[in-house]
């Protein structure tokens, strides 16, 4: 008996994950009949976790779909900014350091594991904290036990954040939390810290925070010119509040 023979379309978007041939526009494939058509585009090589609407001629389709001979299926790419119940938080992966900063420095939510704990642990920890796992290893990605996830599609730091915040549209709270740890940050006076302060840097700031979770004390340090471009730059793009604290680390 013949297999059934399906045509895929996959979106632009999508291109990097599959064979050059099926970047072209629509191409044939022989499914075994019982594979589901989440399964089908997995197995070409994109995550679930990048589609958006499956349509098969033209009506939308579950991932849990069988297509049949002759089906043509158009694969889609998430919308932007992909629809969220409540504010993300984030999960990023060993490799992602840099992000995690970032991204913390405009006060989102971003967990971090380092050193690497495996991707079995990953998963397990976005799903137990209900957390959005960040990440440009497809195969994690592929993980049944996650809770959701997304592909981070550039290495570059500044791409890699507007890509984060374009697709998930969090709430920007600059200075509001530890770059450190993730902790929330809180004003406090100068005497409070003064153990963690050089001799010139007690003289030259007055204002400070500190992270309630490791203690760690910030001010407007050296490095809060490059910071502050990098917040000014996302909240003109994105939007967000200013924080009162206007502290970063020294």
């Known amino acids: 008996m013949d297999r059934p023979q399906i045509w895929l379309d996959f979106a632009p978007e999508l291109h990097l994950f599959v064979s050059a041939p099926r970047r072209a526009g629509r191409t044939s494939l022989h499914t075994d009949g019982t594979s589901t058509l989440g399964h089908v585009v997995e197995s070409l090589g994109v995550p679930l976790t990048e589609v958006g609407a499956l349509l098969v001629d033209g009506r939308a389709v579950p991932e849990a779909h069988v297509p049949a001979d002759g089906e043509h299926v158009a694969v889609r790419a998430v919308t932007r900014p992909q629809p969220s119940p409540a504010p993300p938080r984030f999960l990023l992966d060993v490799h992602l350091g840099t992000l995690t900063r970032r991204l913390r420095l405009l006060g989102v939510d971003a967990a971090y594991e380092n050193p690497d704990i495996g991707d079995a642990a990953l998963a397990a920890r976005s799903a ?26 550039s290495h570059r730091p500044a791409e890699q954040l507007r890509d984060v915040l374009s697709r998930f549209a969090p709430p920007l709270v600059p200075w509001s939390r530890c770059t450190t740890c993730n902790g929330t940050l809180h004003p406090v006076t100068k005497t409070s810290v003064r153990e963690q302060l050089r001799d010139g840097t007690e003289r030259a700031y007055d204002a400070f925070a500190q992270c309630a979770a490791c203690g760690q004390a910030y001010w407007r340090g050296a490095h809060h010119a490059r910071l502050e471009a990098i917040v000014t730059e996302a909240v003109r793009e994105f939007g967000g509040g200013q924080s009162r604290l206007g502290a970063v680390p020294g």
């Open 128 to 153: 137990a904290e209900q957390r959005v796992m960040l990440s440009r290893d497809r195969g994690l990605l592929r993980r049944r036990e996650l809770w959701a996830g997304a592909y981070v599609y």
